[in-house]
Nanobody, 121 residues
Framework: QVQLVESGGGLVQPGGSLRLSCTAS????????MEWYRQAPEKQRELVAT???????NYADSVKGRFTISTDSAKNTVYLQMNSLKPEDTAVYYC???????????????WGQGTQVTVSS
């Protein structure tokens, strides 16, 4: 009923920038929370950034001041602007949304397919 499609990953040198996008489509009544997670090899998935429908943002300490989460509500899209990238930012990045459906007005969790970000010289 709902699909999340991510784009924007790739290979970048340390100090570089990337912007990730995640667009939701389907039977969407409202999107209540949009988040980005990441998972590095042999590590647990960690929350990177959150933005609520009211525009409140929160970031992991490791990315504060370097990453910015934003949304385009009209497009059901969340972005993650990543600046001053470090090798330790290398991971698969996943978007996550809490979405209320038109069909039953219940809220569900949805995940993107993941996009690889590699920071290396």
């Amino acid at each position: 009923q709902v699909q999340l499609v991510e784009s924007g990953g790739g290979l970048v040198q340390p100090g570089g920038s990337l912007r990730l996008s995640c667009t939701a489509s389907g039977s969407i009544f409202s999107i209540n929370v949009m988040e980005w997670y990441r998972q590095a090899p042999e590590k647990q998935r960690e929350l990177v950034a959150t933005i609520t429908s009211g525009g409140i943002t929160n970031y992991a300490d490791s990315v504060k001041g370097r990453f910015t989460i934003s949304t385009d509500s009209a497009k059901n899209t969340v972005y993650l602007q990543m600046n001053s990238l470090k090798p330790e930012d290398t991971a698969v990045y996943y978007c996550h949304m809490e979405i209320t459906l038109w069909t039953n007005l219940l809220e569900y969790d949805y995940w993107g397919q993941g996009t690889q970000v590699t920071v290396s010289s």
